[in-house]
């Protein structure tokens, strides 16, 4: 019995290292593969960090199955002997952590910056934001440039607005402006890996380039208030061509006049 | 209580449906309007057999668990319209309807309604349907056998009961199990939600006296209300909005019912004018007129009531009643909106009375006390009032949001139409393309550094707009 408790905890690492194993090739820490360029930076952040605890917790583990193993083939004779501590190991497991913590920090440095600093943003993306999208309680409402004019912070005569659709350019670096019209909510798009939060006051640009033409969920990730389950919207990445063509119809759309439109459906 | 014939009779029957058992037997209800319960108990309810307000509206609409579809009023109920080529009696009744290749029946179907011939109004739950087969077995015989070439209606009210599911999942916690915009979060809320039973929709393509369409409704839906707490249910599937929209009619239509027949009655027998007739009747005298009005008119006013309300929806989708500018949008020139601000603060159309003459929504009319149409005396505050008893804030215009949209279309329908239950009134004798002139400077408002400097306005002009504190 005293040497079952040994196998127990030598048992469960086991576990962690097949699972450990297999999980990444069977997506089961993600909703789906990482679909735009940053998102296998952050994953591949996200299984060093799995690579590093999977190997504490397991090397760990089995220093308890160890001691339990030990403890359990002692003879009858042998006598507890009583410590004040280990002042070598105290130092080992403080600066081995330390360095791990470190090494983490460093190697995570370039990918926020990527994410997070916009002179580290592709060139491409940094030209000019395709699209704002303002959060408001509770929806996303979403302003472009006129085509063939620029985006500006300030609404210009002629932006075309829309509402929980964002339109924009697939396999291209592309940025958007994220504004929030009352309180905080988050920009989050599971499949492209994108968060982050919107801030009152404060524009801030966000990147992605989408690697598959298709359509995103968009969800607020901050509790925004009653309604924050109904923030949801979609991300529709399309060649240029079909956003240019996207755009166009929208701004007809929007110029609409009531007598145009009879003459051409007549 | 069953006098009714024809059409009518099929809403007594109704078509009732059964609402989907949830795992507590927890039941909503339609709440009476508060101009309902101002009425003496007498005239809500009814007396001796002759029906009050209360039981007439749901003899008509229903309850939340069981609606009811009159036929009469222009709402998608759902279903599909069929005949029965044969009937089998027996334990299991089963009829045989026709099957048309080109439009099947539904693949699943909970309701058989007769609309011909003896059984004509009767509903029948379907214990096994097969569509391809088009056969159904009823739960219960029917009492006369039904005859072939009785056309008959399967999965009756199937389209408005999933926007029940819908409403009460996503709008009523605002709106109200009864439209009334009284919700739980409604109390949180600025601007109010719509309370649907004025039958009245603020942004319309309509003229000033329809209702809106089903298409205003769907836009509201898809593109919410910015400016107020309408989200967008852009993400929604179109047979959901569609659903919902119906529904949403529904009510509108139910609570407008329920005012006409309250209209009847309030100058009469509501609390408080009983209360001042007491000093020259008895209490007696009094219910008993009410009885014999109830029993002898009301049937009437009721059938009366729904004629009208089907007769303005009905218009309200034919084309004759939708907003068309005679000319395309002028061209948004510095001339334009010149023009468009002369017409804004000129006398004919005295935009700035209310909209203040920069367009910030400030005009003298907003400090000026309104009298309550319903009650007759001065709102406790300063200001426009709606319909709805609000406080009706003319708009800013130049922060660019539009509430009722932002296409010029939209704006034009604005002015040309004004704004269903606010003070926006309607200019519809103005010429078109001063509409468009004034639409021009309006969307150009939010745009101005200096708003109302922009050119030199005319002293006459300015003058009339301050003139109009005094109206």
Redesign the interface.
């Known amino acids: 019995m005293k040497k079952f408790w040994a196998i127990f905890f030598w048992f469960w690492p086991l576990v962690a290292l097949w699972l450990c194993a297999v999980a990444p090739a069977n997506n089961w820490w993600f909703p789906s593969p990482p679909l735009s360029t940053l998102g296998h930076q952050i994953d591949g952040l996200f299984y060093l960090i799995l690579i590093i605890v999977a190997v504490t917790f397991i090397g760990t583990q089995f220093a308890l199955g160890y001691a339990l193993w030990k403890g359990a083939t002692k003879g009858s004779g042998d006598k507890a002997w009583f410590s004040h501590g280990s002042h070598k190991l105290e130092i080992i497991w403080t600066i081995v952590p330390a360095f791990i913590l470190v090494f983490i920090s460093l190697t995570q440095l370039d990918v926020l910056a990527e994410i997070r600093v916009i002179s580290h943003f592709p060139k491409e993306a940094r030209k000019a934001p395709a699209a704002e999208v303002m959060a408001r309680?509770?929806?996303w409402?979403i302003r472009y440039a006129r085509p063939g004019t620029e985006l500006m912070n300030e609404?210009?005569?002629g932006d075309l607005?829309y509402?929980?659709?964002v339109h924009v350019p697939a396999v291209q670096p592309t940025m958007i402006n994220l504004r929030t019209q009352d309180v905080q909510h988050a920009f989050f798009v599971p499949r492209l890996r994108v968060k982050q939060d919107a801030v009152p006051g404060l524009i801030i640009p966000v990147w992605f380039e989408i690697e598959q033409a298709g359509e995103y969920e968009l969800l607020c990730a901050e509790l925004c208030g009653?309604?924050h389950y109904?923030m949801?919207?979609?991300i529709i990445a399309e060649t240029p061509e079909q956003v240019q063509a996207y755009l166009s119809r929208l701004e007809q759309?929007?110029?609409?006049?009531?007598?145009?439109d009879?003459q051409s459906s007549q | 209580m069953f006098r009714a014939s024809g059409l009518t009779s099929l809403s007594i029957a109704g078509l009732l449906l059964a609402a989907a058992s949830g795992c507590s037997d927890f039941q909503s209800s339609f709440a009476p309007s508060k101009r309902t319960l101002a009425l003496i108990p007498e005239a809500q309810t009814g007396q001796q057999g002759a029906p009050g307000v209360t039981p007439l509206v749901d003899e008509k609409f229903g309850d939340p668990q069981h609606l009811k579809a009159w036929m009469k009023l222009p709402v998608e109920w759902g279903g599909k319209a069929s005949s029965v080529s044969a009937f089998e009696a027996g334990d299991q009744p089963l009829i045989r309807l026709t099957v048309d290749e080109e439009s099947p029946l539904p693949e699943k179907a909970g309701r058989l309604v007769f609309t011909s011939g003896t059984l004509a109004g009767k509903s029948f739950e379907i214990t096994s349907w097969d569509s391809s087969a088009g056969t159904a077995i009823l739960a219960s015989a029917p009492e006369t056998a039904p005859e072939a070439g009785d056309s008959c209606t399967v999965d009756a009210g199937s389209l408005l009961q999933s926007g029940r599911v819908l409403y009460m999942r996503?709008c009523s916690?605002c709106h109200g199990t009864a439209g009334d915009g009284n919700g739980p979060?409604a109390q949180?809320l600025y601007p109010k939600p719509r309370d649907y039973r004025h039958g009245v929709f603020k942004f319309t393509s309509t003229i000033d006296s329809s209702r809106a369409t089903r298409d205003d409704l769907l836009r509201v839906l898809k593109?919410?209300i910015?400016g107020t707490?309408m989200?967008?249910f852009?993400?929604m599937k179109d047979e959901e909005l569609h659903a919902l929209v119906e529904y949403v009619r529904f009510l509108a239509m139910r609570g407008e019912y329920e005012r006409k027949l309250v209209n009847e009655l309030a100058s009469d027998y509501s609390s408080k004018a009983v209360e001042s007739r007491l000093q020259s009747e008895s209490r007696g005298d009094v219910v008993k007129e009410l009885q014999e009005f109830l029993g002898e008119e009301m049937a009437g006013i009721a059938e009366s009531a729904g004629d009208e309300l089907a007769e303005t929806w009905t218009v309200s989708e034919a084309e004759e009643s939708r907003?068309?500018?005679s000319?395309?949008?002028v061209e948004d020139t510095p001339e334009s909106r010149q023009r468009g601000r002369d017409l804004y603060l000129g006398k004919a159309l005295n935009c700035a009375n209310c909209h203040g003459i920069d367009g910030a929504g400030n005009g003298p009319q907003t400090i000026a006390f309104e009298k309550n149409p319903e009650t007759d005396e001065l709102y406790g505050e300063a200001g426009l009032h709606d319909v709805w008893g609000n406080l009706n804030q003319p708009r800013n215009l130049q922060t660019?949001i539009f509430r009722g949209g932002?296409?010029?279309?939209d704006v034009?329908?604005r002015i040309y139409a004004g704004i269903k239950g606010s003070s926006m009134p309607a200019f519809k004798n103005t010429p078109h393309e001063d509409i468009?002139h004034v639409v021009n400077y309006v969307?150009?408002l939010?745009?101005e550094s200096e708003p109302g400097a922009a050119g030199t306005a005319p002293a006459e002009a300015v003058a009339s707009a301050a003139d109009g504190s005094q109206n």
């Open positions: 309680q509770f929806e409402r609404p210009r005569p607005y509402v929980n659709e009653w309604g109904k949801k919207a979609r759309e929007q110029n609409e006049d009531g007598v145009a009879e | 996503h916690h979060t949180y593109y919410g910015p707490y989200p967008s852009l993400l907003v068309a500018p000319v395309p949008r660019g932002r296409r010029p279309i034009f329908n468009w969307l150009s939010q745009f």
